[in-house]
């Protein structure tokens, strides 16, 4: 970034001071000792002064052109896309022909709450026969994972035509988790939990929190795996001997019906969740 005349005027009779006094050089120090206005030396150094800055201006220029160009030149990679969405910022407006946003006055803590979406995914696919970017995202309310609200969801659409590429179709997956359902079969040392699932000491439900909990370890968009579900599972405290049998495992997407899943799945959402009534956890005594 450019300096003024001043900060390189200073930074130069700085320089001429260190290196007259180590050089034991009386007559420079004394030079710079006469601070009238007219000396011949403060208006040589201030003409040097600001013929440096306007050269730092002209690189400053040349080198955002040349950023600029690399950008335009630079082919939209899903990384680029996704942190085109995390630089969102709801309640701010746009630099015209930009897009980049206004933080003028804004505090550091003041553009932090208002980059909302915190998780974000971007594929290739194709959708109606047509190869579009899919975007998947969503926002954080404390510590659930929940879609953008509609004020919101058009806020950040009025932002991607700011930064869409020319003939790139983007398709916005803005949904709430997709639900789970579930029906496991746990056996359980009795010296450690009872047939509720509780601790015997009553700290707790370790096999339904382990179950719970198990979506909120995946990555976002990340694959669902019902072996590593069982894993986390088998693991749990009061759990006999690894012993757990995956009896049923569905999800749901919006408004669609239950639907069977194989060994693994990818939520449509992006994330997943069991619902307070879907997750059943049968457990009996390993006796």
Not at 31 to 59: G, P, Y
Request: glycine letters at 6%; one cysteine or more; proline letters at 3%.
């Amino acid at each position: 970034m450019a300096r003024t005349v001043t900060e390189i005027f200073d930074s130069m009779v700085a320089e001429g001071r260190n290196l007259a006094t180590q050089q034991g050089n009386a007559d420079v120090l004394d030079m710079f000792n006469n601070t009238s206005k007219v000396a011949v030396w403060r208006i040589l150094f201030f003409v040097k002064a600001f013929a440096v800055m306007v050269l730092e201006q002209v690189m400053d220029a040349r080198i955002a052109a040349l950023d600029t160009k690399i950008e335009m030149l630079q082919p939209p990679t899903p990384s680029w896309h996704k942190g085109k969405i995390k630089a969102f910022q709801f309640g701010f407006n746009l630099i015209p022909d930009t897009d980049v946003f206004d933080n003028t006055g804004a505090t550091d803590a003041d553009i932090e709450a208002s980059k909302i979406i915190k998780y974000a995914a971007v594929t290739e696919t194709v959708v109606d026969n047509e190869r579009v970017i899919l975007y998947k995202i969503a926002k954080l309310n404390g510590t659930d994972l929940v879609p953008l609200t509609d004020v919101e969801l058009a806020a950040f659409k009025a932002y991607m035509k700011s930064y869409r590429p020319g003939g790139v179709a983007i398709v916005v997956y803005n949904q709430a988790a997709d639900l789970l359902r579930t029906v496991v079969e746990v056996y359980y040392n009795p010296l450690l939990i009872d047939v509720t699932g509780l601790r015997t000491d009553g700290a707790g439900y370790p096999v339904k929190e382990a179950a719970i909990n198990y979506p909120l370890t995946l990555e976002f968009d990340g694959e669902f795996i019902n072996a590593g579900f069982i894993d986390a599972l088998q693991a749990s405290y009061g759990v006999s001997r690894r012993k757990v049998n995956l009896v049923k495992m569905e999800r749901k997407t919006g408004a669609e019906d239950w639907q069977s899943v194989g060994s693994s799945f990818v939520p449509m959402a992006g994330y997943c969740k069991f619902d307070v009534n879907t997750l059943t956890i049968n457990y009996i005594a390993d006796v």
